[in-house]
Nanobody, 124 residues
Framework: VQLQASGGGLVQAGGSLRLSCAAS????????VGWFRQAPGKEREFVAA????????YSADSVKGRFTISRDNAENTVYLQMNSLKPEDTAVYYC??????????????????WGQGTLVTVSS
């Protein structure tokens, strides 16, 4: 499975961005897709995840009500809609995925596949 993340950029506080994660290869076998982020000098942290079969989602408390994860089955793509962005959301955002079953994973080591990061910078 290959994952391609895109959509990052520079935005002012309060603005919005939509990130995309396109899956290829054995994408039809994916069980879940997640987004993580890593700010300079900090550990990679969980943002949100989606179960491919039924679209169920869960997200970190820090982004609830502001970020929404969704999917387009036909395009094998998962999106992260980010609204009301804050300077503390500045980070490199990564998408990750699993073929193995398991729900509620929030640790990077729990994900099998990773895309390259896309930088999100929120100015104050």
């Amino acid at each position: 499975v290959q994952l391609q993340a895109s959509g990052g950029g520079l935005v002012q506080a309060g603005g919005s961005l939509r990130l995309s994660c396109a899956a290829s290869g054995r994408a039809f076998r994916l069980y879940a897709v997640g987004w993580f982020r890593q700010a300079p000098g900090k550990e990679r942290e969980f943002v949100a995840a989606l179960r491919w079969s039924d679209g169920s989602t869960y997200s970190a408390d820090s982004v609830k009500g502001r970020f929404t994860i969704s999917r387009d089955n036909a395009e094998n793509t998962v999106y992260l809609q980010m609204n009301s962005l804050k300077p503390e959301d500045t980070a490199v955002y990564y998408c990750a995925a699993n073929e193995r079953t398991g729900w509620g994973y929030v640790r990077p080591y729990q994900y099998e596949y990773w895309g390259q990061g896309t930088l999100v910078t929120v100015s104050s």
